[in-house]
């Protein structure tokens, strides 16, 4: 599977990291990386890692200012996109047709070729102006997963609860991962 990962500079790019981390496991899986430069220094600050030991995690990786690159282009067949976290400014633009930058340009490619784009919205409280876009980005075939950790597993670690949304989001993408924890139901 060939997957555009996007990372911005909301709050939360542990998810991202650890997106990239578990999509090198599965076999054939191409990581194509778009980091915004908020991202990168998101990235710094709450996890310590460098822009530059993050693009190790993908095969290929591109400036935000490349709209000319291959990701622009419908053309250039992957199977999806996921953006985590993602900021409600890249939300906002992405609902907007706001092509400025590579990441938003290869969201709206992603959304006109009819591929999945997961978003993993970073914002709490949300306003009107909030849920309207998510709600746009829903009708244009976007998928919406906010990182909202689950607890029926009993998370002992920060990264378990990290792990329960990337664990959603690598089963929306369709890219099976034997470490994921499901719910087996109830016990009597």
Same mark, same amino acid.
């Given at each position: 599977?060939r997957?555009? $990962?996007?990372?911005? =500079?909301?709050s939360?790019?542990?998810? =991202?990291?650890?997106?990239?981390? !578990?999509?090198?496991?599965?076999q =054939?899986?191409?990581?194509?990386?778009?980091?915004?430069?908020?991202g990168?220094?998101?990235?710094?600050?709450?996890?310590?890692r460098?822009a530059?030991?993050?693009?190790k995690?993908a095969?290929?990786?591109?400036?935000?200012?490349?709209?000319?690159? !291959?990701?622009?282009?419908?053309s250039?067949?992957t199977?999806?996109m996921?953006?985590?976290?993602?900021?409600?400014?890249t939300?906002?633009?992405?609902?907007?047709g706001?092509s400025?930058?590579?990441? $938003?340009r290869? &969201?709206?490619?992603?959304?006109?070729?009819? !591929?999945k784009?997961i978003l993993?919205?970073?914002?709490?409280?949300?306003?009107?102006?909030h849920? !309207?876009n998510?709600?746009s980005?829903?009708?244009?075939g976007?998928?919406?997963?906010?990182?909202?950790?689950g607890?029926?597993?009993?998370p002992?670690?920060?990264?378990?609860?990290v792990?329960?949304?990337?664990?959603? $989001?690598?089963?929306?993408i369709?890219?099976?991962?034997?470490?994921v924890?499901r719910?087996?139901? &109830?016990?009597k």
């Amino acid at each position: 599977m060939r997957i555009i $990962v996007g990372i911005t =500079g909301a709050s939360g790019a542990i998810y =991202g990291l650890r997106l990239l981390e !578990r999509l090198r496991h599965p076999q =054939g899986t191409e990581i194509h990386l778009v980091l915004t430069r908020s991202g990168e220094k998101t990235l710094f600050l709450e996890t310590g890692r460098l822009a530059a030991d993050v693009r190790k995690l993908a095969d290929f990786w591109y400036p935000l200012e490349d709209i000319g690159c !291959r990701l622009a282009s419908g053309s250039y067949p992957t199977d999806g996109m996921v953006i985590a976290p993602c900021s409600i400014h890249t939300m906002s633009a992405i609902a907007n047709g706001i092509s400025s930058n590579l990441l $938003v340009r290869a &969201a709206d490619v992603t959304l006109k070729e009819k !591929r999945k784009l997961i978003l993993l919205v970073r914002e709490s409280p949300l306003h009107l102006g909030h849920l !309207r876009n998510m709600t746009s980005l829903s009708e244009m075939g976007a998928i919406i997963a906010p990182p909202i950790p689950g607890f029926y597993n009993h998370p002992q670690t920060v990264m378990d609860i990290v792990d329960h949304s990337i664990d959603r $989001v690598l089963d929306l993408i369709g890219i099976p991962d034997a470490q994921v924890r499901r719910w087996e139901g &109830a016990e009597k």
